[in-house]
């Protein structure tokens, strides 16, 4: 055990490290006063008698760093502090908003795979005042595939983060995400397939990816059709950010706690027996919430206008409806990829019907239509996040011309040796 309350630093590295792990340094990722009820939370994948563990990862060779080198290494991209019976995870790449990279996943995956039998309790956090996760690294996604034209390594990557996102969605014991500033896209697959997400004052949540030319992955074909209503469809169409209690309001968090107790949750948490972590954040959850939802007054026209049966249904209904909401609704849909808001729709509407580990498979085929230097993702993101000039050109660039036979052969399935194995 760990004596007055101090931290035992375990941190690991990983070797042999290529290009997509540690390109781009800078990175990037890819919206009156009431006690409200809270809506429908999302439902925890439960292990199955017969599900198989997640498949092992190989992984690179690890090495334990010492203190000293600790000292010398201050861009270790994730730090792990061990803690007695107790784990904590750290994104550490504060100056890209701990964006995840192939490194991090490598990094995470076996640490938490050991951790879910020698541990009570996980916590994961992300470094700095600004981000827990502001995404998988997209730029230096796409910085490889423009540059090489190969995919192998980004699918590597892809591949490693789901089955990463599975894991914790069936995780054994505790574990405690702290979404304490933005969380998107891939932070969203670090944090809401796990037991605990705690929100606080400066959570910034959204799935911006059909504005980068991709989908809802990381579980998001999962969670979102879970949320309440068509809110899930409505998120992940328009990406659509949610503010601080909204995040729990919307079911997406567990609990909104400030975040200037953080801290202090934290030493309890560390402390605490594992039975008792539930009554621990109920501790320091704000018993009365001073807001209502933001999007409740729109709750009826986004069941209304989203249980559409086509992307250009919603639209047509949200041209006709001419109020402010409506027209700010509609702006952001003109904005994404057309491709994109097609097989969004249809993936999500199939993720209603499947577990996480059939979601899981069927994002993973998704992507791997999307790696290649013609792709909208890769578009999506020069124009956003490269080359800043705003105005991706999209290809197709019109629903009409995003046949339901071009969506259809989106999802075929790969070979067997090529799907995600889970």
């Known amino acids: 055990m760990i004596k007055s309350g101090t931290l035992k630093l375990n941190c690991v590295a990983g070797n042999s490290i290529n290009k997509l792990r540690y390109l781009s340094a800078q990175g990037s990722a890819t919206g009156p006063i009431v006690e409200p009820t809270l809506p429908q939370s999302i439902p925890q994948p439960q292990p199955q008698p017969d599900s198989k563990p997640p498949t092992e990862i190989p992984m690179p060779n690890k090495t334990t760093i010492t203190a000293k080198e600790v000292q010398?290494?201050?861009?270790?991209?994730?730090?792990?502090?061990?803690?007695?019976?107790?784990?904590?995870?750290?994104?550490?790449?504060?100056?890209?908003?701990?964006?995840?990279?192939?490194?991090?996943?490598?990094?995470?995956?076996?640490?938490?795979?050991?951790?879910?039998?020698?541990?009570?309790?996980?916590?994961?956090?992300?470094?700095?005042?600004?981000?827990?996760?502001?995404?998988?690294?997209?730029?230096?996604?796409?910085?490889?595939?423009?540059?090489?034209?190969?995919?192998?390594?980004v699918k590597t990557f892809f591949r490693k983060e789901y089955t990463l996102n599975y894991l914790i969605g069936r995780y054994k014991i505790p574990y405690v995400a702290t979404i304490d500033g933005?969380?998107?896209?891939?932070?969203?697959?670090?944090?809401?397939?796990?037991?605990?997400?705690?929100?606080?004052?400066?959570?910034?949540?959204?799935?911006?990816?059909?504005?980068?030319?991709?989908?809802?992955?990381?579980?998001?074909?999962?969670?979102?059709?879970?949320?309440?209503?068509?809110?899930?469809?409505?998120?992940?169409?328009?990406?659509?950010?949610?503010?601080?209690?909204?995040?729990v309001l919307a079911g997406i968090a567990t609990?909104?706690?400030?975040?200037?107790?953080?801290?202090?949750?934290?030493?309890?948490?560390?402390?605490?027996?594992?039975?008792?972590?539930?009554?621990?954040?109920?501790?320091?959850?704000?018993i009365k919430f001073n807001q209502e939802f933001r999007l409740a007054p729109y709750m009826n026209k986004i069941d209304t206008y989203f249980s559409a049966s086509s992307v250009e249904e919603i639209i047509q209904r949200l041209k006709e409806d001419n109020s402010e909401w409506a027209k700010n609704t509609l702006q952001m849909l003109l904005k994404a990829s057309p491709t994109s808001l097609k097989v969004t729709m249809r993936a999500i509407q199939k993720g209603s019907t499947l577990n996480l580990s059939d979601c899981l498979k069927m994002e993973y085929r998704l992507a791997c239509t999307a790696l290649n230097r013609t792709s909208d993702f890769c578009e999506g993101v020069r124009a956003l996040l490269i080359d800043k000039d705003q105005k991706p050109m999209w290809n197709p660039n019109s629903l009409r011309e995003v046949t339901d036979a071009y969506v259809n052969q989106k999802f075929t399935k790969l070979l067997e040796e090529k799907e995600l194995q889970l």
């Open 72 to 153: 010398q290494n201050v861009e270790d991209d994730v730090l792990f502090e061990d803690v007695g019976d107790k784990g904590v995870i750290i994104l550490n790449r504060p100056k890209a908003l701990n964006a995840l990279n192939l490194s991090m996943v490598e990094k995470i995956y076996p640490v938490l795979k050991k951790w879910e039998s020698s541990k009570r309790l996980v916590i994961i956090e992300g470094a700095g005042e600004k981000a827990f996760c502001a995404g998988g690294d997209v730029k230096s996604v796409v910085n490889t595939l423009r540059e090489t034209g190969n995919n192998i390594l």
């Open 182 to 247: 933005i969380t998107m896209g891939g932070g969203a697959g670090l944090s809401v397939h796990g037991k605990y997400r705690i929100a606080t004052e400066k959570t910034l949540f959204a799935m911006p990816e059909t504005a980068i030319g991709l989908f809802p992955d990381v579980g998001g074909t999962f969670f979102l059709p879970r949320l309440k209503g068509k809110l899930g469809l409505y998120l992940g169409l328009t990406g659509d950010r949610l503010k601080g209690i909204d995040v």
């Open 255 to 286: 609990h909104f706690i400030p975040s200037e107790k953080l801290p202090y949750l934290k030493q309890d948490l560390l402390t605490t027996e594992q039975s008792d972590v539930k009554e621990v954040l109920n501790k320091y959850q704000c």
